[in-house]
């Protein structure tokens, strides 16, 4: 799998709206849909958003859902997760990943070529 960086965390205040991105060295045929997930202390990664290579299908988990919105560059090379309206709750580390096999979007076993994370701290 392309290695896959995150960036963009950081401390940030109840209500910011910080903007993560994930970069690929390079485009990834036949891989189309990334996706991020985050995990907080104590708790198990969970599904987040996820988007197909186009752009034309996204999800979200619904905790997140018309407050954070991913996107992708034309080229394809890098996603990016739009936080708006950040809570105490959304403070964990954030994670990107390319899905590899077949499943639902919010299936982190069906993702692959994981990131190193980036910290969200949310403070109230």
């Known amino acids: 799998q392309v290695p896959l960086v995150e960036s963009g965390g950081g401390l940030v205040q109840a209500g910011g709206s910080p903007r993560l991105s994930c970069a690929a060295s390079r485009r990834t045929f036949g891989t189309p849909v990334r996706g991020w997930f985050r995990q907080a202390p104590g708790k198990e990664r969970e599904f987040v958003a996820a988007i197909t290579w186009d752009g034309g299908i996204t999800d979200y988990q619904d905790s997140v859902k018309g407050r954070f919105t991913i996107s992708r560059d034309n080229a394809g090379n890098t996603v990016y997760l739009q936080m708006n309206s950040l809570k105490p709750e959304d403070t964990a580390v954030y994670y990107c990943?390319?899905?590899?096999?077949?499943?639902?979007?919010?299936?982190?076993?069906?993702?692959?070529?994981w990131g190193q994370g980036t910290q969200v701290t949310v403070s109230s």
């Open positions: 990943a390319t899905k590899i096999l077949s499943g639902t979007y919010s299936d982190l076993r069906t993702y692959g070529g």
